[in-house]
Nanobody, 127 residues
Framework: QVQLVESGGGLVQAGGSLRLSCAAS????????MGWFRQAPGKEREFVAG????????YYADSVKGRFTFSRDNAKKTVYLQMDSLKPEDTAVYYC????????????????????WGKGTLVTVSS
């Protein structure tokens, strides 16, 4: 059974930092591209960042580029999202997802179509 478990969410002031983690089990982790997505209250889920199987290529939504850093540790079957210079508009439930598609970036930027999803972790940024 595949599981993706997010952690690291919480309450932080604007300008602060958080580091999210997503631990995977039940899949051959190194064969999957991974993504982070978020859903704010009343809004649709949106793409935040993606990373290829090796960690050599990470890509970001324009809204977080330069502030967020996506990395992975295949030995630990875990991905990380370092979030710096947080803004109140970053407040959302953050989800990680996994896909084995060869068009991973195309799928992720649509915000859906991942093979597996986690249950999410809440990030709240106060002004």
């Amino acid at each position: 059974q595949v599981q993706l478990v997010e952690s690291g969410g919480g309450l932080v002031q604007a300008g602060g930092s958080l580091r999210l983690s997503c631990a995977a089990s039940g899949l051959t982790f190194s064969r999957y591209s991974m993504g982070w997505f978020r859903q704010a209250p009343g809004k649709e889920r949106e793409f935040v960042a993606g990373i290829n199987w090796s960690g050599g290529n990470a890509y970001y939504a324009d809204s977080v580029k330069g502030r967020f850093t996506f990395s992975r540790d295949n030995a630990k079957k875990t991905v990380y999202l370092q979030m710096d210079s947080l803004k109140p508009e970053d407040t959302a439930v953050y989800y990680c997802g996994a896909t084995h598609s060869l068009n991973a970036e195309g799928i992720m930027r649509k915000g859906y179509g991942m093979d597996y999803w986690g249950k999410g972790t809440l990030v709240t940024v106060s002004s």
